[in-house]
T-cell receptor, first 115, second 113 residues
């Protein structure tokens, strides 16, 4: 079993600012994957970024990057040059064991980008 | 490539009825998972299907069931609906069991009255 915790229910920043969303997880597996998903008001869940636990290098996708601290079981998401379209719920998720148990999600962080 | 599609997008049912939701995965994807999203419980894993076989099921009662067809399309069924079954039901697909990231459909909003 694994757990994912997001301690920030809501965050608000100004457009063009940088924001970091926090996530901690717990798993007994050695082989696991971590993800950040974005869910805008349309409710479509969109994969933002993924990180394989065995890779030490932090993943980066354009304005999105992660800070993966394996020993601390921390997986934060940094959004640079935030845009109005980044306003959404952001979910941290973990998958392991071949993925048969599906993704375990955190409760989410509601990110609001103010103009 | 077309994304994951789900039908219907919205559904209103009465307590005690049953409902069937449909999901078509991304072409070439053989694994389909279902999730329930509610404000109180968040996102919860229902079950996953791969090659027409259920690989695992989350902590849900037997009223929740599913199946997968040979073309990888999947359906989930909820019998004897309860008010608490009102939720957004999300379907996700992935290429196979070696790939962990899942791609989600737009969801089906089920309201039970």
């Amino acid at each position: 079993a694994q757990t994912v915790t997001q301690s920030q229910p809501e965050m608000s920043v100004q457009e063009a600012e940088t924001v970091t969303l926090s996530c901690t997880y717990d798993t007994s597996e050695n082989n696991y994957y971590l993800f950040w998903y974005k869910q805008p008001p349309s409710r479509q869940m969109i994969l933002v970024i993924r990180q394989e636990a065995y890779k030490q290098q932090n993943a980066t996708e354009n304005r999105f990057s992660v800070n993966f601290q394996k020993a601390a079981k921390s997986f934060s998401l940094k959004i640079s040059d935030s845009q109005l379209g980044d306003t959404a719920m952001y979910f941290c998720a973990c998958a392991s064991g071949g993925g048969a148990d599906g993704l375990t999600f955190g409760k989410g962080t509601h990110l609001i980008i103010q103009p | 490539k077309a994304g994951v599609t789900q039908t219907p997008r919205y559904l209103i049912k009465t307590r005690g009825q049953q409902v069937t939701l449909s999901c078509s995965p991304i072409s070439g994807h053989r694994s389909v998972s279902w999730y329930q999203q509610t404000p109180g419980q968040g996102l919860q894993f229902l079950f996953e299907y791969f090659s027409e076989t259920q690989r695992n099921k989350g902590n849900f009662p037997g009223r929740f069931s599913g199946r997968q067809f040979s073309n990888s399309r999947s359906e989930m069924n909820v019998s004897t609906l309860e008010l608490g079954d009102s939720a957004l039901y999300l379907c996700a697909s992935r290429p196979g069991t070696a790939s962990y990231e899942q791609y989600f459909g737009p969801g089906t909003r089920l309201t039970v009255t």
